[in-house]
């Protein structure tokens, strides 16, 4: 910003002053390209407010002081004169210095008649306030001197007796704040430059980072960290059925054998007969076949036929120590886009979901984590990281405004579902070992509907069989038809599927309590879990 602009547009120009003995020396205008930037405080009312003019030096009083009237033009007499007449020095007035501090005043040059020039307006910051007052110095206080002003003389009377401090003093002032200023600044840039341009003339001066960013090191704790390190150990998922249909998904390594960790309604429509490959992040494609897969839970392992060495599987955290608001990486192929990363937080636990095709038969009920990580269709089967890196989860369902939970081709609306990885993993190994599911069961048959104020045992069962299989747990419990289940262990139960999702986050043999309620009266009873083998 130029200081000679700062408040001093529509002043109008002082009257040219007499010529002093000897011309002062004239105030270097900073050069904006030698780098003369100046970091005075600036006040902006002061700025925005238009000091008054400065008033012209007072004419000395003294009468031996020398004289001269010159116009303000001048003549071509006075010119030539100037020109080849060189005037002597005139000597220094008794009460006067014997020398200008800035040095001797130099030769008067060519023109000298209409020297010197108008002195300029106040500067913004030579006082402060709300406007500035002739004489004015410093901060405002009305005392001190001017800002980068020399400290005066001993025995020295800038005003030259007149009792008035003259614009003189302010204008030497003013010279010397510039010089220093611009001084420091040109040191400054020259120094700058020097260092960019390694001693060639013609560089740009502009300044670079330390660091590029693929040399940049980023710690394993960040998103950048996680990702990096766990993108190689997950895949995207073709699988093509031979009626035509299929999708994409996503998995990851589950173990070095090559085992690839999935959901079931990835796979579920190549299983039978189809093609299903797994492509890693180097872009490299393996054929896969299904190895075991359980409709009730959403989980498929597949298996890499032709793995490659030195497969890395991606480390299985802890679903059950997760806590709302914990930080939370979701990688997969939203749409088709491999290698997708998101991030989010948990945003609730043991969130009751059943999601499927609509139909009770080929539903699946999970106690899920739920997060606001952005998942879409294709996310499905890919890990849900947390800050560390372990998987947590396995993104499975989304809500979507179009209705119903599930794999709709709505976008992210911030509600994701993730299957617990404790759950996960115990379905994996049992897929790993027999290639069916166990399930843990209560034996009875509870209502779907919602709004029953928990998990009601239907009057009857499937194709007319009793809804509370005989000899089975719940039996032997005492549980009987009618009987409105409210609370699995500590966890309220609100509908079938809450209750379904609880049941099945435990191992067949895990003793329970139910609470019930039955003619208004609320009792508990401890259950046995039982296990049905397979999908039925």
Do not use: C
Not at 133 to 155: D, M
Request: glycine share 14%; proline share 12%.
């Amino acid at each position: 910003m130029s200081t000679e602009n700062e408040g001093t547009e529509g002043n109008a120009v002082p009257a040219v002053p007499s010529v002093p003995p000897a011309p002062p020396v004239p105030a270097t205008t900073p050069d904006p390209a030698a780098g003369n930037v100046r970091d005075e405080p600036k006040d902006t009312t002061a700025a925005e407010a238009t000091p008054p003019a400065a008033a012209p030096p007072a004419t000395p009083t003294h009468a031996d002081a020398p004289r001269h009237t010159p116009t303000a033009q001048g003549t071509p007499q006075d010119h030539a004169a100037t020109a080849h007449t060189p005037q002597p020095p005139t000597p220094p007035h008794p009460h006067q210095p014997p020398h200008s501090p800035y040095g001797a005043a130099p030769e008067p040059p060519a023109g000298a008649a209409s020297w010197p020039p108008p002195p300029p307006a106040v500067p913004s910051y030579a006082g402060g306030g709300a406007a500035h007052t002739p004489g004015g110095v410093g901060n405002g206080s009305g005392g001190g001197p001017v800002w980068g002003a020399p400290p005066p003389q001993p025995g020295h009377n800038p005003t030259h007796g007149t009792g008035k401090r003259g614009a003189g003093g302010l204008i030497a002032a003013v010279a010397v704040a510039a010089l220093v200023a611009g001084g420091i600044g040109g040191a400054l840039g020259f120094w700058a430059a020097d260092r960019n341009d390694n001693g060639s003339s013609g560089s740009s001066t502009t300044v670079s980072a330390s660091d590029s960013p693929r040399d940049l090191k980023r710690p394993a704790g960040t998103v950048a960290g996680v990702a990096a390190k766990a993108l190689p150990s997950v895949v995207t998922i073709d699988a093509q059925g031979g009626d035509g249909e299929g999708g994409t998904g996503t998995g990851f390594v589950y173990d070095k054998e090559g085992h690839i960790l999935t959901n079931n309604h990835v796979v579920a429509s190549a299983a039978e007969s189809g093609e299903l490959s797994a492509t890693f992040s180097d872009g490299k494609k393996y054929a896969a076949e299904v190895v075991g897969r359980a409709q009730g839970y959403d989980v498929a392992v597949l298996k890499l036929k032709n793995p490659p060495a030195g497969l890395t599987p991606l480390p299985l955290g802890n679903s059950e120590s997760v806590a709302v608001g914990d930080s939370t990486i979701a990688i997969g192929a939203p749409f088709g886009l491999s290698n997708t990363v998101t991030t989010g937080i948990i945003s609730a636990k043991n969130r009751p979901v059943a999601s499927g095709d609509g139909s009770s038969s080929k539903n699946s009920y999970m106690s899920a984590l739920q997060t606001d990580a952005s998942i879409n269709p294709g996310n499905s089967g890919g890990p849900l990281l947390d800050a560390t890196g372990a998987v947590i989860g396995i993104n499975s369902a989304i809500q979507s405004t179009g209705g119903g939970l599930g794999q709709s081709q709505a976008g992210s609306i911030g509600l994701g579902f993730a299957i617990p990885i404790n759950q996960a993993k115990n379905v994996a190994e049992q897929l790993i070992k027999t290639g069916k599911p166990v399930y843990p069961v209560i034996g009875a048959t509870v209502s779907m509907e919602e709004k029953t104020g928990g998990a009601a045992i239907s009057p009857e069962g499937a194709a007319g069989t009793p809804s509370v299989t005989p000899n089975g747990p719940a039996a032997k419990a005492g549980l009987k038809p009618g009987d409105v289940i409210t609370k699995f262990n500590d966890t309220v139960i609100d509908s079938g599927p809450t209750l379904i999702g609880e049941i099945w986050t435990r191992k067949p043999g895990e003793k329970v309590t139910l609470t019930y309620e039955r003619d208004g009266k609320t009792s508990t009873a401890e259950v046995t879990l039982g296990q049905r083998e397979g999908d039925s």
